[in-house]
């Protein structure tokens, strides 16, 4: 009775064992979800950053553009006044 007993014994705790690790597999199954779920939604905050980094960088390249215009045409302006002074 006393190997019986200890089968018993040791069928419950390969149970609980069991259930444990069965518990344990459902939070990391969840932890790993969570995680997965928190990275796409980085990325898709990167993603978001240098598409507004592309645009910033597109509108500071125009404005550059636009302000070698405006000083050519105010060169060229001073210069075409310059050169009526001098007639």
Known sequence: ??????????????????????????????????AAKQRDGALREAEDARAQLRLVAEAQAAGRRELLEAQREARESREGREAERRR
């Open 1 to 34: 009775q006393s190997l019986a007993a200890e089968l018993c014994n040791l069928r419950a705790q390969a149970e609980e064992t069991a259930v444990a690790h069965e518990r344990e597999a459902k939070n990391l199954r969840e932890q790993a979800t969570a």
